[in-house]
């Protein structure tokens, strides 16, 4: 299973910095965040929470694509895969025929969930 998370667009950031007279510092301070995670986060050294993403997008009054990029990732901590499930048509018909809610893979038994 891939996982998307997202990044700062740097350019996109900076072109709104700009607008507002900010610089990086003011809106660390402006959304109350240490200014060195601040900058961790716009040089994209690491990824950008839910509600970090909100407060920077209320603050700067922007959209989530004008200053922010999504990113595919299949590694976790870049060491260990992703694991996924690979499953064809007549498999995923035949659980849902069954209308079970558990498949083993492997020795390990997972619950799914089957919505309409």
Known sequence: ??????????????????????????????????????????????YVSGRIRELIMRHLNTEFEDIFITKEITYVD???????LHISKSELNQLLDSQSKEITIGNEKVMIKIID
């Open 1 to 46: 299973m891939k996982k998307i998370k997202v990044l700062i667009n740097r350019e996109g950031l900076d072109k709104y910095l700009l607008a507002n007279n900010m610089t990086l510092l003011d809106l660390a301070n402006a959304i109350y965040i240490d200014r060195t995670y601040m900058y961790r986060l716009a040089n994209g050294k690491c």
């Open 78 to 84: 870049r060491r260990f895969k992703i694991p996924e």
